[in-house]
């Protein structure tokens, strides 16, 4: 298995700054993809940005030019920096990586969720 351990929510006030941080963990695995995704009260949860191995971002259109995504592959680690935060960035976040486990000369590709953290944007 791999477990993904994120850190870095909170409140904060609108116009202010916060950075998220995802670490992986477990045996053999490697990892593609990862990315982070929100959900707020009553809404679907939906893509924030993600990042290739080689570093090609994606983000959705209401955070591009505030949000930047990165990640270090040594620590297997990915973040989310994000400035200029507004009310409705208001939602419990979530980290995504898309992985490759290895065991028994086989692999086995699957996605796995960190456990959400909250950040709320508030006066």
């Known amino acids: 298995q791999v477990q993904l351990v994120e850190s870095g929510g909170g409140l904060v006030q609108p116009g202010g700054s916060l950075r998220l941080s995802c670490a992986a963990s477990g045996s053999r695995f490697s990892i593609n993809a990862m990315g982070w995704y929100r959900q707020a009260p009553g809404k679907q949860r939906e893509m924030v940005a993600t990042i290739t191995s080689g570093g090609s971002t994606n983000y959705e259109d209401s955070v591009k030019g505030r949000f930047t995504i990165s990640r270090d592959n040594a620590k297997n680690t990915v973040y989310l920096q994000m400035n200029s935060l507004k009310p409705e960035d208001t939602a419990v976040y979530y980290c995504?990586?898309?992985?490759?486990?290895?065991?028994?000369?086989?692999?086995?590709?699957?996605?796995?969720w960190g456990q959400g953290t909250q950040v709320t944007v508030s006066s």
């Open positions: 995504n990586a898309d992985v490759t486990r290895y065991s028994g000369g086989a692999s086995f590709p699957g996605v796995y």
